[in-house]
């Protein structure tokens, strides 16, 4: 079973563009999250998505945004970036069952 | 506050050696709890979880935790570490049962392994 997989592996943008990632959960994995990773902060939670709703999110600007598909596919999107908006920016998905959350490889996005 | 504390940012074990990363968590009740480890420019890999029952649980790549809920502790641990060992470790904690998609992480744990 192929793993959980996110485009584009890097993206470089200047500050006040806005920024479109993708991810594709494993096959038959309902719900996804996304994660923003950075040296300082570390891991933060920026929200959850299950069967194209969101049910939880974390305490990021509103500028952070994010949607699911039918097919369980999803994307964020960042919109007038920060410098402080680069960071390392984690899909994960689990099952309907399982509590555990595979990751992707990321997305690293700079900001100049 | 809930949070999770990995106290060690940094360890270095030589090969051979074994190794015990420490994660404490401050939370009411018992949550879900996780290890993940990290290479460089990499995505996080599970290496094992705990829900309930047997504290000491074993996961992938010769790897082991302990749960012990009077120390609120979650520690890793490998009897003898390989060069390939070398990434990050992260505790997780899952306070809602798997119903939020919310993970708490740690800090970190950087392990480097000396020849």
């Known amino acids: 079973k192929a793993g959980v997989t996110q485009t584009p592996r890097y993206l470089i943008k200047t500050r006040g563009q806005q920024v479109t990632l993708s991810c594709s959960p494993i096959?038959?994995?309902?719900?996804v999250s996304w994660y923003q990773q950075t040296p300082g902060q570390g891991l933060q939670f920026l929200f959850e998505?299950?069967?194209?709703?969101?049910?939880n999110k974390g305490n990021f600007p509103g500028r952070f945004s994010g949607r699911q598909f039918s097919n369980s596919r999803s994307e964020m999107n960042v919109s007038t970036l920060e410098l402080g908006d680069s960071a390392l920016y984690l899909c994960?998905?689990?099952?309907?069952?399982?509590?555990?959350?595979?990751f992707g490889p990321g997305t690293r996005l700079t900001v100049t | 506050a809930q949070s999770v504390t990995q106290p060690d940012i940094h360890i270095t074990v030589s090969e051979g050696a074994s190794l015990e990363l420490r994660c404490n968590y401050s939370?009411?009740?018992?949550?879900?709890l996780f290890w993940y480890v990290q290479s460089p420019g990499q995505g996080l890999q599970l290496l094992l979880k705990?829900?309930?029952?047997?504290?000491l649980v074993q996961g992938i790549k010769g790897f082991e935790a302990e749960f012990k809920r009077s120390q609120s502790s979650f520690n890793l641990r490998k009897p003898s570490v390989h060069w390939s060992d070398a990434a990050e470790y992260f505790c997780?904690?899952?306070?809602?049962?798997?119903?939020?998609?919310?993970?708490?992480f740690g800090k970190g744990t950087k392990l480097s392994v000396k020849p």
């Open positions: 939370y009411g009740a018992t949550p879900y």
């Open positions: 997780a904690v899952d306070p809602y049962g798997g119903s939020q998609g919310n993970l708490i």
């Open positions: 096959s038959g994995h309902r719900s």
């Open positions: 994960a998905s689990s099952s309907d069952n399982a509590y555990e959350q595979y």
């Open positions: 998505y299950f069967s194209e709703t969101q049910r």
């Open positions: 705990y829900f309930s029952g047997d504290t």
